[in-house]
């Protein structure tokens, strides 16, 4: 490979001496061409192909560089699994995997054409960086890479993000009233430490009401927006806070285990449906939602997932997929040993509000940042830039490859997903 000394705004303005062709062995080799003063990469029918455009710049240690590709394709159906531009961390002659590798997780039509473009920070290992094109797993692909560029990048700034929650459950037995001045008493504990996010348990509206279910829960279930609702709006104005809380909904004739979110203001910008009922719950009348939405804040990106949801990591898969930065887990109580995986999977962070468990705010790494078994507030900085992996390799984000990153996953199909769901509906063994 031919080493290029100096960093070009765009890689392909350099002799195409400069770039090389990769492929781990001959079988797997797309078919190359250079066209125009561009780079061009084909399945050329084969459909297990593997293979790169590679050059090799400088780069130095601790400094950040933004990877920048602009491309044309057909035939290409999976974005992210098949069109992998990335950057191999090199450390002198040895192998690959002892290098840290970063692909671009972001992609953009700008007309007819496709832009893909991430900010990485050198490893402090590194002596250099191999960019590549890569291609792999299409058949019928042709890609055409327009531009390519590998420059010096301010690194992303800190987005720190205050979170507040809560173990707390009003004294039994406590009417809607007291549910409402409540909560808003443990709201106005966290609202000293100025959080920018609030989380109340899972059936704050009605968790120590005296049993009832069918017609009588009706009744106490609240529209939303409802009294409940409407003090948790309060609240997060007095507060400049986002607030969440889970609550039963009442929605016409029929009842929902829902989630609501507030934003700063006091606007409703957010409502999830648990879709995944505990059993007690459907006997009361209670009804599963049957969707996961993710909800734009303006420090980040955050999903709900309610209770028994955690059980099913499609639930924090899906929303890991969808965006989501920050899942909110609003219980009554849950297994303690499910959250840490559900965080490391998806490479996000977790904050639980609840009943009868623990209150917690668990990063991506699995590790509590605050905890506590006993009626409490609790309140964390997290930082939304900073989401390091787990996973036992070099570094960057293209090895570790979580539930949530489309970007890194490896299987060239979805067959998987395809039998999973064929297994959900069967109904015979």
């Keep these: 490979m031919k080493r290029n000394n100096t960093m070009n705004a765009n890689l392909l303005r350099n002799d195409h001496v400069a770039w090389s062709t990769w492929t781990p062995m001959p079988s797997l080799s797309p078919a190359f061409s250079a066209e125009n003063g561009h780079l061009r990469v084909a399945g050329d029918g084969n459909r297990h192909c593997f293979g790169a455009w590679t050059q090799r710049v400088p780069a130095q240690p601790g400094k950040a560089y933004r990877l920048r590709v ?9 974005l992210f699994l098949h069109v992998t531009p990335h950057v191999v961390w090199r450390r002198g002659e040895l192998s690959e995997s002892n290098c840290a590798e970063d692909a671009i997780r972001r992609f953009r039509r700008e007309g007819g054409r496709i832009v893909g473009e991430d900010v990485f920070v050198a490893p402090a290992n590194c002596d250099g960086a191999e960019v590549r094109l890569l291609l792999r797993y299409a058949p019928e692909a042709v890609v055409l890479f327009e531009e390519v560029s590998l420059t010096e990048a301010e690194p992303p700034a800190p987005r720190r ?12 037995p406590a009417s809607p009233a007291d549910h409402v001045r409540l909560y808003g008493e443990q709201i106005d504990r966290l609202g000293l430490a100025r959080p920018d996010l609030i989380l109340l348990p899972e059936f704050a509206n009605t968790a120590s009401l005296p049993p009832h279910r069918g017609l009588d829960l009706w009744e106490f279930a609240e529209p939303v927006p409802g009294p409940f ?63 996961f939405e993710v909800f734009e804040t303006d420090f980040g990106t955050v ?5 028994y949801d955690s059980w099913w990591p499609e639930s924090a898969r899906l929303l890991a997929l969808k965006g989501a930065e920050v899942i909110l887990f609003p219980n009554a109580g849950y297994e303690e040993k499910i959250l840490p995986a559900r965080a490391i999977d998806n490479n996000v962070y977790i904050v639980a509000s609840t009943l009868n468990s623990p209150a917690a705010i668990v990063t991506p790494r699995g590790d509590l940042l605050a905890v506590s078994a006993v009626n409490n507030t609790l309140t964390a900085e997290i930082d ?14 293209l090895n570790p490859g979580p539930g949530g990153a489309r970007w890194a996953r490896n299987a060239d199909s979805t067959r998987v997903y395809e039998e999973i769901l064929a297994e959900v509906q069967r109904s015979y063994s």
Aim: net charge positive.
């Design 384 to 397: 939304l830039n900073d989401r390091p992996k787990c996973h036992p390799n070099a570094g960057g984000n």
């Design 161 to 172: 993000v205050r979170v507040g929650t809560m173990r707390f459950r009003p004294p039994r």
């Design 229 to 291: 609702c409407a003090m948790l709006a309060e609240k997060a104005r007095a507060y400049c806070a986002y607030v969440c809380a889970g609550v039963v909904e009442r929605d016409g004739d029929f009842m929902f285990n829902a989630a609501v979110l507030y934003d700063r203001e006091g606007k409703l910008i957010g409502k999830q449906r648990k879709v995944h009922p505990y059993w007690p719950e459907e006997p009361m009348g209670i009804l599963p939602g049957d969707s």
């Design 70 to 78: 602009t491309l044309r394709c057909e035939g290409v159906g999976d």
């Design 303 to 307: 999903g709900i997932m309610i209770c």
